[in-house]
Every structure is written in C-alpha cells, then in structure tokens.
C-alpha cells in the first residue's frame, strides 16, 4: 500500500466508525464511546501516515507528530503548514491535537452524556462523534492541498 493509500484507509476507518449506530441496548452509551474514542486513535495514526507521506522527500527518521509538529521541529514547508494550523485552536488540527492528548490520559476523551436531569443543556453542544466527523471533512480538505504542495517537490 502507498503511504497516500494508508492515510486515506486510516480516514476512511475512522469515519465508517463514527457512522456506525450505537444502538438502543443497555451497551449503547458504552458502545459510542468505544466508536468515538476508536475514530480518535485512527485519526491520530493518520495523521502520522500524512506525516510521512508529505515529509517523504526530506527523508525524516521518525514521524511522529508531537515531534514533527512542535514549534523547533525539521523545517519543512508542509509541517510548517500544519504548524500553523495546528496553532489556531478552533481548526481541525488544533482540535485534533487536543483530543489526542485528552485521549492518552486516564480519563480519555469521550464523555458520557449528563444523565442528571438538572442539569441544561447546551443548545448547540455535539458529541464527540459529530465534531469528529465534521473535522474529518475539513482534514480531507487540507490533505488535498499538503500533497499538491509534497508532489511539486
């Protein structure tokens, strides 16, 4: 497989899992989680294979993202891009990247829905899921710009 194939196989993954139905069962919630938390960590290995696949021309040694991606890291015009959108909170990478570390923590990143009927909702609040899945869309959309700029190279 082409390391473009791979990162495409990993997205592709990751959203068939946000698509798929928890169902109705006493597992649903628990079931969710588990596709969420599953589409998170497929994202966070695709962003690696992206890494790798754009980065191919400077031959880097390791691709792992914390390292690629951190302000003194190789200087390359694709990872400077991603840099900076990285930087921006509110952009598919920055958020991205804050569920991934909320991923490796003993918490982890999904939630389980407020079951405290008290408690009010947040007219405009998505699930975990659903941020994911609109994040992946834009994703898609850099990608195809990361490797216009790689393939010139």
Same mark, same amino acid.
């Given at each position: 497989?082409? *390391?473009? %194939?791979?990162?495409?196989?990993?997205?592709?993954?990751?959203?068939?899992?946000?698509?798929?139905? *928890?169902?109705?069962?006493?597992?649903?919630?628990?079931?969710?989680? !588990?596709?969420?938390?599953? !589409?998170?960590?497929?994202?966070?290995?695709?962003?690696?294979?992206?890494?790798?696949?754009?980065?191919?021309? $400077?031959?880097?040694?390791?691709?792992?993202?914390?390292?690629?991606?951190?302000?003194? %890291?190789?200087?390359?015009?694709?990872?400077?891009?991603?840099?900076?959108?990285?930087?921006? *909170?509110?952009?598919?990478?920055?958020?991205?990247?804050?569920?991934?570390?909320?991923?490796?923590?003993?918490?982890?990143? $999904?939630?389980? *829905?407020?079951?405290?009927?008290?408690?009010?909702?947040?007219?405009?609040?998505?699930?975990? %899921?659903?941020?994911?899945?609109?994040?992946?869309?834009? $994703?898609?959309?850099?990608?195809?710009?990361?490797?216009?700029?790689?393939?010139?190279?």
């Amino acid at each position: 497989m082409t *390391p473009q %194939g791979r990162t495409n196989q990993l997205l592709y993954q990751a959203q068939l899992l946000l698509e798929q139905e *928890p169902g109705t069962d006493e597992q649903a919630i628990p079931r969710q989680m !588990a596709h969420e938390e599953g !589409a998170l960590a497929l994202c966070e290995l695709a962003l690696e294979s992206l890494l790798r696949e754009v980065t191919e021309h $400077a031959r880097l040694a390791s691709h792992d993202w914390r390292e690629l991606l951190a302000t003194d %890291g190789h200087q390359v015009a694709e990872l400077q891009r991603l840099r900076d959108i990285a930087a921006q *909170p509110d952009s598919w990478l920055g958020w991205w990247i804050a569920r991934f570390n909320a991923l490796h923590t003993n918490d982890g990143a $999904a939630r389980r *829905p407020s079951a405290n009927p008290g408690v009010i909702a947040v007219g405009n609040s998505v699930s975990l %899921g659903q941020a994911l899945l609109s994040s992946l869309a834009q $994703a898609k959309q850099e990608i195809v710009t990361l490797r216009e700029t790689s393939q010139e190279w």
